[in-house]
C-alpha cells in the first residue's frame, strides 16, 4: 500500500502537463506550507527568521521539465540575484541547484557554463552552492559538470543517495568534497538501486558514519529520526566534532525538530524551496510520506476555530484526497 501511493505521487511529480497547469493555478492546494514564497524578498525573510532561530539555510529556485534555453537563463539569473541578496543581507545561507533547470537535458556545455557563471559569483562572496542530485537517468551527467567545476572552484558539492548501489563508491571519490547524505526520492529500478525501506536505512547509517570519521564537512539530510538518534550517538562516541557536520531537513517538515536539534548545540541548516515552479517538488514531498495529505487537508478544510471552509482550494484538495483514495483502493 505505501508503495503503491509513493508510485501514484511519483508518476504525478513526473507528468508534465500537470506541472505546468499548476504553475498557471498558482501558489495552492497545500504548498505554501512546503515552499518559502514565490520571490525572493519573501525567502529572504524566512532565512532571518531561520537564522535568529539558530538555523542556517540552503535555498532552492524550483523549477522542473525546462526544455528552453531561455528557462535556463531565466533561472541562472534569479539564482544569482539570490547570491547576490544573500551576500548584501549578510544571511546564513547557502545555495542548492538542480542542473535539468540550468540546461542538463538541453546542452552539457550549456549548462556547465551556467554553473561557472553561479558557482563563480558564489565564490567571491564565499558562498557555497550544492548541486542537488535527481533520478539515474540524469546522474553521470550531473558528475561530469560537478568534475569540471572542481578543477576551479572549491565551494561546490553534491548529494550522495544512499538507496544507490554505487553510492560509496562515489562518496569515497569526493572525500575532500562538502557532501549531503540522503536516501533519495526517486523511483530507481533494482539494476541500480535497493529498494526495501531497511537497506535503504542501512546504507544510510553505514556512508553517514563513514563520512563523519573522514572530517570532511558533511550534511545528514534527513527527518528520521531513528536515524538522527543513532548518528548524534555515533559522533559523541566517536568524539566527531559538531561542527564537521550539520543536520538538514525540508522546511515546513519537523520543525519543532529542527528548532530542538539547534538548541542542543548541532550545526542545522533548513532546505528552503521557493518559486511559483512548486509542483513536483510538492508532489514527491507527498510519495515520501502520504500522512502530509492529512497535514494540508486539515489546514484547507477547516479554519482555526474548527469550522468548514467552503473555498475552491478546498474543493480542489478534496478532490486531490478522493483520487488518492480512489486510486489506492483499485490498485488493492
Ligand atoms: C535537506 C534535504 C535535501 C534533499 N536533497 C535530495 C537530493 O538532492 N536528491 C534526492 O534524491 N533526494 C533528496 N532529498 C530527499 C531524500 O532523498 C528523501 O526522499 C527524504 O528526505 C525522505 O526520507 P527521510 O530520510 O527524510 O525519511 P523517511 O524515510 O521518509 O521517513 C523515515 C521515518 O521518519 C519519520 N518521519 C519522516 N518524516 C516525518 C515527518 N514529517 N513527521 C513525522 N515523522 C516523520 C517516520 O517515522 C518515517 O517512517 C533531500 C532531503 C532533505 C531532507
Avoid at 25 to 54: C, H, M, P
Avoid at 228 to 241: M, R, V
Avoid at 304 to 323: E, R, W
Amino acid at each position: 500500500m505505501a508503495n503503491l501511493t509513493r508510485d501514484f505521487f511519483i508518476a504525478l511529480s513526473n507528468n508534465e502537463l500537470l506541472n505546468k497547469s499548476a504553475k498557471k493555478w498558482g501558489y495552492r492546494l497545500g504548498a505554501e506550507q512546503f515552499v518559502a514564497g514565490t520571490d525572493i524578498d519573501s525567502v529572504i525573510k524566512t532565512v532571518k527568521r531561520l537564522n535568529d532561530k539558530g538555523i542556517s539555510c540552503t535555498v532552492d529556485n524550483l523549477g522542473e521539465f525546462v526544455t528552453e534555453k531561455s528557462e535556463s537563463t531565466a533561472a541562472k539569473e534569479k539564482i544569482i540575484s539570490v547570491i547576490e541578496r544573500i551576500h548584501e543581507e549578510q544571511v546564513s545561507c547557502h545555495i542548492s541547484v538542480k542542473l535539468t533547470q540550468l540546461g542538463l537535458d538541453i546542452d552539457e556545455s550549456f549548462c556547465l557554463d551556467n554553473m561557472r557563471e553561479i558557482v563563480g559569483t558564489a565564490n567571491k562572496y564565499d558562498i557555497f552552492i550544492n548541486i542537488d542530485t535527481e533520478d539515474y537517468h540524469h546522474y553521470a551527467p550531473t558528475i561530469r559538470v560537478l568534475d569540471e567545476l572542481l578543477q576551479d572552484f572549491d565551494n561546490v558539492g553534491t548529494v550522495i543517495q544512499s538507496y544507490f548501489y554505487h553510492a560509496e563508491t562515489d562518496m569515497d571519490k569526493y572525500k575532500d568534497v562538502r557532501l549531503r547524505i540522503v536516501k533519495g526520492a526517486y523511483k530507481e529500478s533494482e539494476e541500480v538501486a535497493f529498494q526495501s525501506k531497511e537497506e535503504i536505512d542501512e546504507n544510510f547509517l553505514k556512508l553517514a558514519k563513514k563520512r563523519l570519521k573522514c572530517n570532511t564537512f558533511t550534511s545528514i539530510a534527513t527527518h528520521d529520526h531513528h536515524i538522527i538518534q543513532e548518528i548524534k550517538q555515533f559522533a559523541a562516541e566517536e568524539g566527531i566534532n559538531k561542527n564537521n557536520f550539520e543536520f538538514q531537513m525540508l522546511y515546513g517538515f519537523r520543525t519543532e525538530m529542527q528548532e530542538q536539534l539547534a538548541n542542543e548545540g548541532y550545526l542545522f541548516c533548513t532546505y528552503l524551496p521557493f518559486g511559483d515552479d512548486w509542483y513536483g517538488y510538492f508532489m514527491r514531498r507527498l510519495a515520501e510520506r502520504p500522512q502530509n495529505i492529512n497535514l494540508i487537508l486539515k489546514d484547507k478544510l477547516y479554519t482555526s476555530d474548527n469550522k468548514l471552509k467552503k473555498t475552491p482550494i478546498v474543493i480542489a484538495a478534496a478532490s486531490i484526497a478522493a483520487a488518492c483514495l480512489l486510486f489506492c483502493r483499485r490498485k488493492k
